[in-house]
């Protein structure tokens, strides 16, 4: 964009007026109405971890480079159709060159921890059929050793949804026993390789949406699912999101056996999992309703947690699931049941829910006039309910984000950590993503009313998040997703989360005005100094 000077001073002067309203003490609430409220640093514990997440994939490029086999994802986004505008991770955001300068800018926030997640085919390349790739190895060791320089703590996930192509090529990957030992192998060459440094580890990320989104409907590789979920060339939409999240847990509960006995007392760290958590409503009042928005938090975010913590599935599952529902031996049972130090939470927003037990839910037609239960309506699978962001009268949950489905409701944070709190016996919880989701547009000054959003977005949520704390609930972090617009899986590089802009040609990081809010609620700064922000912006 070029403009002169009297316009580029008009753009300047409208830019800190906008600054000036982020500082001031209203926030979006649920249906965006307005609340009253500030949220200050200081109303959480001097150990509280304050950062910004990535995943390996969506950031660091150089996919062929230095000894890296090709991943699941990368097969998939070379697909055509796959990816909306055709795009990939080849390059990305370029942080495999670029880790340096992304370290310094996690510093310049003030940031005191950074969750990563390393590539499997990065550092062994084809599983444990080959040898530990030592550029791999070397690349997360200068990440690590520059994050600690700078005083920020490294936050690792051992597995975010990419792994090596010949592990889906060979056995079919996740929905095979053998990827249990597959994933314990993988997570003992990160403990032997990184773990004297590392305080912080996360197995598995939200295996209980991967499962949904890769083997029930379909959109994520293998891209496994079957009517009336979608059509794929393979795939049971009713039973292998099951299998693949049962070999999830217990590949999770082996990989953290496996550190107990062998690192934790000589490292010093903490283990645990990440679930996908929603907070989930009754759409009305009713009874029916009310009961399967319970259910919707059993199906969804139960379903993995229960077996970490008390060593089974939960029994409503079971009830209706029936044998399609994996089992655990009584030996699993004891490896499973205590497996985790921390529950790891990625939330973002609440949805709607009804019963579809009582009445028959309807299901959207697709173009060849099928019907498609995206959200497992009148199906078991998800425990015969529909999920959706707007009740009987249309109006929205909260204000819609740029990514589908996605709602401002910040009160939802909240009430998620106290569910996980009472079912959990007041486990710690660590919110390890949590972010505002703008849809690409090259209009003029969208990107930055869009961030203005962003902010309320996270002062909001914050606010909430320390009313939980100060209501007892032993939240230890949070993470705010993402450091850096990336490639957004299959929206590609369509929708933006990050706190910094990435030129799509120079691939230059540019601070947004959420980044400078970060940084200085952080520094317990004030966003009202307009004087001090001036030099920022160049007036």
């Not at 997570?187 to 390789?193: D, I, L």
Request: glycine letters at 8%; hydrophobic letters at 35%.
């Amino acid at each position: 964009m070029k403009m002169g000077n009297k316009t580029k001073n008009s753009y300047f002067i409208c830019l800190l007026l906008l600054l000036q309203r982020v500082s001031a003490n209203s926030i979006i609430g649920q249906g965006g109405n307005e609340l009253e409220e500030e949220v200050k640093r200081s109303e959480f514990p001097d150990s509280f971890l304050f950062g910004t997440s990535t995943s390996a994939y969506q950031i660091e490029g150089a996919y062929i480079e230095d000894g890296r086999s090709l991943s699941n994802w990368d097969v998939f986004s070379h697909t055509n159709g796959s990816i909306t505008n055709g795009g990939n991770g080849d390059v990305a955001d370029d942080h495999y060159h670029r880790y340096l300068e992304d370290i310094d800018i996690m510093a310049s926030l003030g940031v005191n921890a950074y969750r990563f997640s390393i590539s499997w085919s990065r550092v062994l390349p084809r599983g444990k059929l080959g040898a530990v790739n030592p550029a791999g190895i070397k690349f997360y060791n200068n990440i690590i050793d520059n994050l600690l320089l700078k005083g920020v703590a490294p936050f690792v996930t051992i597995h975010h949804n990419d792994f090596p192509q010949e592990l889906e090529d060979r056995y079919g990957a996740w929905l095979s026993p053998l990827m249990q030992e597959e994933f314990v192998h993988f997570a003992e060459t990160c403990f032997k390789g990184f773990g004297d440094r590392v305080k912080y580890w996360a197995t598995i990320n939200e295996p209980n949406l991967f499962a949904e989104l890769a083997y029930m409907n379909g959109v994520f590789p293998p891209s496994h699912c079957s009517p009336p979920f979608g059509k794929c060339s393979s795939g049971n939409s009713d039973i292998e999101p099951l299998l693949v999240v049962h070999n999830s847990i217990l590949a999770h509960a082996k990989a953290v056996k496996l550190y107990r006995h062998h690192f934790q007392a000589k490292q010093g760290g903490m283990i645990g999992m990440v679930a996908s958590a929603y907070m989930y409503k009754p759409i009305t009042d009713d009874e029916a309703d009310i009961k399967a928005a319970a259910r919707a938090l059993t199906f969804h975010v139960a379903w993995l947690l229960d077996p970490l913590v008390y060593g089974d599935y939960p029994t409503e599952m079971r009830e209706y699931h029936g044998r399609k529902l994996p089992k655990f031996s009584s030996e699993e049972k004891r490896l499973i049941k205590n497996s985790t130090d921390f529950i790891g939470l990625n939330h973002y927003s609440t949805l709607l829910v009804k019963d579809c037990l009582l009445s028959n839910c309807p299901c959207n037609m697709n173009d060849n006039n099928n019907p498609t239960c995206s959200h497992g309506e009148n199906r078991a699978i998800l425990g015969f309910l529909l999920t959706t962001g707007q009740n009987e009268d249309g109006a929205f949950v909260g204000d819609p984000m740029g990514m589908p489905g996605l709602y401002v409701v910040p009160q939802g944070i909240e009430e998620i950590v106290d569910y996980i709190k009472k079912r959990y016996n007041n486990m710690p919880i660590i919110v390890t993503e949590n972010g505002y989701a703008s849809i690409d547009k090259q209009e003029e000054g969208y990107e930055l009313v869009k961030d203005m959003k962003r902010i309320k977005y996270h002062k909001a949520y914050l606010a909430s998040l320390a009313r939980s704390i100060r209501n007892g609930a032993d939240v230890r972090g949070y993470f705010i997703w993402s450091l850096m617009d990336n490639f957004e899986w299959i929206f590609g590089y369509t929708i933006k989360f990050g706190l910094y802009q990435v030129n799509a040609l120079t691939l230059d990081r540019i601070p947004k005005l959420s980044a400078h809010w970060y940084k200085d609620f952080l520094t317990n700064s004030s966003l009202n100094n307009i004087q001090a922000k001036k030099s920022i912006y160049g007036v």
